[in-house]
Structures are given as structure tokens and as C-alpha cells.
């Protein structure tokens, strides 16, 4: 029996997904209107599996629909390879739908492609190009990526994830405005939309006069799970694949203490459910949630000290005192100051560098953590496994 509460990969649609109807609809509604969307969060909030569930509805009325991942890539021509392998694909996709029909497959050319990672050749039916040149390399794939609705008499979606890769390979813009000028030419059955994990970036590069990409697209921030959905997902689920019962009681306290972030609540309940199936226990109970989210926040707080060892001292020290306190709303205090063991200037220049970095946000109210799965780690480092039990046990007694 496989556990419906996916981890550690995208949910394909038609799996068991939580909550995000009002999200499907407005992407759906901005397909209707051949609006792009750059859609923002923290790593682990379900863009891609959001853009999948978006994908599957667009596929049942005749569209085609692909994922571009520029997370791995480091260079130009390594972009180029992602977008003409994702091309290749769809052509076969197209074909097996057309031959499908009983339709015969004519009007396209051929397309050779080979990729070899070890030494990174590359080589491609793209007449003309200089194959040491990535950027003639990414910008013809676009081309054809482009032209291929066209082609193939039928509407595209792309979704292209973790799309701030491409200021980071080049922090000038000039990639961007080379997709700019690509993308501006396309007809009303080619339409981008863009995913991506780095809001500071990914602001400046759509909301900023100056960038070759401002308001080609319109920022949208995809927030937590709404944790009355998460209660009725989560017990549905259960009665589903277990007959079983999670009570709502425990599901809320859940959420609240996880402030409704999906990898943590999903992560969570495949524990809780993997323990009823082991303990053939239908009904959820107290002392199962404690040791579901006793192992998750271990884990989770290992994995978060495993990744931050290389960062700074005192930029850890910033970290721990705002998430202990939630929000800081005046962190160039003498207190904070004094807390953190910073000068004014000190301060100052962590500061900028986190909120860079996306870790930190700081608004009207004060500075606050950004990823509610940091906030948590940051809480927790240095605590005893008894103290954790402890805090659970009383969550779940008030629930």
C-alpha cells in the first residue's frame, strides 16, 4: 500500500494533493488571459507540484505542457541543454498524440540530439551555431522552443523552474534580455511562466525599471497551506487508504505548530501514517503525533546545521535571536546588538547580506525569518530530545 503523503519528489497530478484550489484557478485563469506568472516561495512549498496540477488540467483540454529545471545548470550552454532536451521531449509527446489519432506526423524536421555530462559535449541539429558558443546555443533552442505551438498545431506551457539560475550564471542581464527579446515574439499559443525560490532576485529581475525582464511577468507569492484544508486532507487520506481517523484536534495543533508549511506537515503525516500501518492503529492518536513530529524536527534540524556549516558565525547569531523572538522590530537596538554581540555597522551588513540571501525579511514591523522551516531549526538547535517531547506534549494536551 503506498503512503498518500508525498515527500522528497514532485506530486504528479492526479496524486493526492493539499488545498491550493484558489492558486490552480488563478494560474488557470491567467492561461485563459495568455498572462505569464512568476510565481515565488521558499524551497519545499510545492511550486513545481502546484505547475503540475496546473499542467494536467491544461493537458485534458489539448495543451502541451513541459517543466524546464535550471536548478543544476551552471552555464549557458548547460541552460541550452535544458531547454532543447525539454523541446525534444515534447516532440515526441506531440507525435505519439498525433499517431494516436491515426494522424501521420509531417512538417518537422529531424532533431539530433546527444548529451554527454562527463565532458559536457554538446551537439545539436541547429545548424549554423558555433558549439562553443552558449549563448547562440540557448537562444536558438528558444527559438524553436518558441515556433513549436506553430508547428505542431497545438498550445504550450512552459514552466521554468528555479528561474533566478539565469541571473546568477549572468549577473549583468544580458541572458535576460536575450529571453526577453525571444520571448516577445511569441504567438498567443506559447505562454512562459517562471517558478522560482529567490524573491529578492526574482523581484529585481521582474520589478526593477532597469532589468530587461520588468514586468514581463506578474510576482505572485505562493504562502502557506491553509490549515482547515490540511485538517480536511488529512483525515480524508486516512479514511481513504487506512479506514482510519486523524482527529482534527491533533491535525490543527499540527499545523499551527508547523505555521502551515507543506513539506513539514506533508513529511509529518506520511510518519504518522507509516506508524497506523506498521501498528495497524486506525485512529490517530496523542503519543503517535509526538513521535511523528519529535523525529521530523530532529531530522529537520540536523539536515538545516548539516547545510549551514559553513555559514558565519555571527550570521547564524542573527538568525537564532530573530527566530527566537519572531520578529525584531527594531534589530539596530542596543538590546539586539548586545544579544547578537554586534556593532551598529555589524549589524548592518548582516542584515543586507540575509535579506540578499533570502533568509531573513525585513518590512514595516521588523526583521523577520523568511522560511518558516528555518524559523523552526533555528528554534530547536541546542534543545534536548526530552525538551522537544516536552513542548509536543503540551501542544497536543491544549489541543
Not at 28 to 45: Q, T
Not at 277 to 294: G, N, P, W
Not at 359 to 374: A, F, M, Q, S
Request: include cysteine; charged fraction near 30%.
Amino acid at each position: 500500500m503506498d503512503n498518500p503523503f508525498i515527500i522528497q519528489r514532485d506530486i504528479l497530478f492526479g496524486e493526492p494533493f493539499c488545498d491550493r484550489e484558489q492558486e490552480i484557478e488563478r494560474f488557470l485563469s491567467a492561461v485563459r488571459m495568455r498572462e505569464s506568472i512568476c510565481l515565488i516561495s521558499p524551497r519545499r512549498y510545492g511550486k513545481t507540484s502546484l505547475l503540475n496540477q496546473v499542467a494536467g488540467k491544461l493537458g485534458e483540454l489539448g495543451w502541451l505542457t513541459a517543466k524546464i529545471d535550471f536548478m543544476q545548470a551552471l552555464s549557458e550552454i548547460e541552460l541550452a541543454k535544458e531547454v532543447e532536451r525539454t523541446r525534444v521531449k515534447l516532440l515526441g509527446v506531440w507525435r505519439r498524440a498525433v499517431q494516436k489519432l491515426g494522424k501521420s506526423v509531417k512538417g518537422l524536421k529531424n532533431t539530433k540530439i546527444e548529451v554527454d555530462f562527463e565532458d559536457l559535449h554538446f551537439s545539436m541539429g541547429l545548424g549554423g551555431s558555433n558549439e562553443s558558443d552558449g549563448r547562440a546555443l540557448l537562444e536558438e533552442s528558444l527559438i524553436r522552443l518558441r515556433e513549436l505551438p506553430e508547428k505542431a498545431g497545438m498550445p504550450l506551457l512552459i514552466y521554468l523552474d528555479e528561474f533566478q539560475r539565469v541571473r546568477e550564471i549572468d549577473p549583468k542581464g544580458n541572458l535576460e534580455a536575450k529571453i526577453r527579446a525571444n520571448f516577445q515574439k511569441r504567438s498567443k499559443d506559447f505562454l512562459p511562466m517562471y517558478l522560482g525560490s529567490r524573491r529578492h532576485m526574482l523581484q529585481m529581475m521582474f520589478a526593477d525599471k532597469s532589468t530587461p525582464l520588468f514586468k514581463s511577468a506578474t510576482l505572485l507569492s505562493l504562502d502557506t497551506i491553509r490549515i482547515d484544508r490540511f485538517v480536511s486532507f488529512a483525515d480524508q487520506q486516512f479514511k481513504r487508504s487506512l479506514k482510519g481517523y486523524f482527529p482534527a484536534n491533533f491535525a490543527t495543533a499540527m499545523g499551527q505548530f508547523f505555521h502551515g508549511h507543506p513539506h513539514l506537515l506533508n513529511k509529518t503525516s506520511a510518519v504518522i501514517w507509516d506508524i497506523c500501518l506498521r501498528e495497524k492503529i486506525q485512529k490517530v492518536s496523542k503519543d503517535i503525533c509526538r513521535r511523528a513530529m519529535t523525529e521530523v524536527i530532529r531530522e529537520e534540524t540536523d539536515a538545516f546545521l548539516e547545510v549551514n556549516r559553513k555559514t558565519p558565525r555571527r550570521h547564524m547569531s542573527v538568525l537564532r535571536q530573530t527566530a527566537g523572538r519572531g520578529t525584531v522590530p527594531k534589530p539596530y537596538s542596543t538590546e539586539f546588538l548586545r544579544a547578537c554581540n554586534l556593532t551598529q555597522s555589524q549589524m548592518q551588513k548582516i542584515i543586507d547580506a540575509l535579506v540578499s540571501d533570502d533568509r531573513v525579511l525585513r518590512d514595516d514591523t521588523g526583521l523577520h525569518i523568511v522560511d518558516p522551516l528555518e524559523e523552526l531549526a533555528l528554534k530547536m538547535i541546542g534543545s534536548t530530545p526530552e525538551w522537544r517531547s516536552e513542548l509536543i506534549d503540551r501542544l497536543l494536551e491544549e489541543a
